[in-house]
Nanobody
């Protein structure tokens, strides 16, 4: 069992930056791939980024590639999402998830409660 708690969301102007954190409980954190997803009002949850259990492999949606960076610290049971050059289209609730990895929602078994990111124009 893994419990996930996101933090770091907020209101930022376009072009600004935020760093999201996702703290995990449980001794098996390092055995899971971790992902970040987001969901805007009226839209389906979409993949943002994922990282392998070791941190050696990372993947990004085309919409965030070059602007967002995912990382993890297994000693701290935490995964991060650094978001630069934010755009109004990035406004959404951001969720972290633990599972087998990749870009599909169904590949993840555990989810956090989400943190709101709002980017003003």
């Amino acid at each position: 069992q893994v419990q996930l708690v996101e933090s770091g969301g907020g209101l930022v102007q376009a072009g600004g930056s935020l760093r999201l954190s996702c703290a995990a409980s449980g001794r098996t954190f390092s055995s899971y791939a971790m992902g970040w997803f987001r969901q805007a009002p009226g839209k389906e949850r979409e993949f943002v980024s994922s990282i392998s259990w070791s941190g050696g492999s990372t993947y990004y949606a085309d919409s965030v590639k070059g602007r967002f960076t995912i990382s993890r610290d297994n000693a701290k049971n935490t995964v991060y999402l650094r978001m630069n050059s934010l755009k109004p289209d990035d406004t959404a609730v951001y969720y972290c998830a633990a599972g087998s990895g990749g870009g599909l929602v169904r590949s993840y078994d555990y989810w956090g409660q989400g943190t709101q990111v709002t980017v003003s124009s």
